[in-house]
């Protein structure tokens, strides 16, 4: 006697079989997601991975790694003092391209000034002096839209933001009408940035072959 087995699956048995699947497949791209804690705001615009949908800016944590150094700015209080502060300017590397392009930073560019206390020693070179603990960051987020009307911490085309190293989450800029721009009137004419310390910027710049 032949016994005849269907090795054909119901239809039913598909269907389920189906839902399984997506079910499993929609828990692990919901794993997959970085974890969102409750003081993460949501960032869905598409717009910046530094910008929530709300303007909060965050400051960026991978700068020293995918970021490229703009430029340094040695500070001292005289002419005569000693440098106390370095200023070291990092930008993403499509930023650069593009201005170098278009002789403007791009929607979306990103600029971290990071500020840290400076040492000096005479070394074989020189009066030497370099960066030890970083103290603060400035970022300034490129917004060519105007896509916060409103909020005091974007304006005159960017965002403005000040992060310290004791709670470098917070940003603790207000407004950037009083806590920033004042100081950035000399930059106007170059939108705001002190361009002339970043001559990677120029189109001319030269770069090893
Ligand atoms: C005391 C004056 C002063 C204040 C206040 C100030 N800046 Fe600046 N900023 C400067 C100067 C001058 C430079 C360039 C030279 C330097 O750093 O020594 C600069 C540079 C920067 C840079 C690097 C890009 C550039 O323009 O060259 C960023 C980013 C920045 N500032 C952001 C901010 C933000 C955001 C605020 C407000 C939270 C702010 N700054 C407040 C004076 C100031």
């Known amino acids: 006697m032949i016994t005849k087995f269907s090795h054909r699956p ?26 969102r804690s409750e003081d ?10 530094y910008v929530a949908n709300d303007g909060a800016i ?38 650069i391209q593009a201005y170098r392009r278009d002789g403007k930073f791009p ?10 206390d400076a040492d000096a020693a005479k070394l074989t070179t020189g009066e030497s002096s370099w960066s030890t603990d970083t103290k603060v960051w400035f970022v300034m987020i490129k917004d060519s839209k105007g896509r916060f009307p409103g909020n005091h911490l974007w304006g005159d085309g960017w965002g403005w933001a000040l992060f310290k190293a004791d709670d470098p989450k917070k940003n603790v800029a ?6 920033c721009i004042t100081c950035h ?11 002339r310390g970043y001559p990677i910027l120029k189109k001319t710049a030269a770069a090893p072959q």
């Open 10 to 35: 119901s239809v039913t048995g598909l269907a389920a079989l189906a839902s399984i699947v997506v079910i499993v497949a929609m828990v692990a791209i919901e794993c997959l997601q970085p974890a």
């Open 40 to 49: 993460t705001p949501a960032n869905t615009s598409g717009f910046s991975p």
């Open 58 to 95: 965050s400051l960026p944590k991978d700068y020293r790694e995918s970021f490229v150094h703009l430029g340094t700015w040695a500070v001292a209080k005289d002419k005569d003092k000693p440098v106390f502060e370095m200023h070291n300017v990092y930008t993403k590397p499509e930023a």
């Open 107 to 116: 929607d979306g560019a990103v600029l971290v000034k990071e500020i840290t």
């Open 174 to 179: 207000t407004d950037f009408k009083t806590d």
């Open 185 to 195: 009137i000399p930059a106007k004419q170059d939108d705001w940035i002190y361009t």
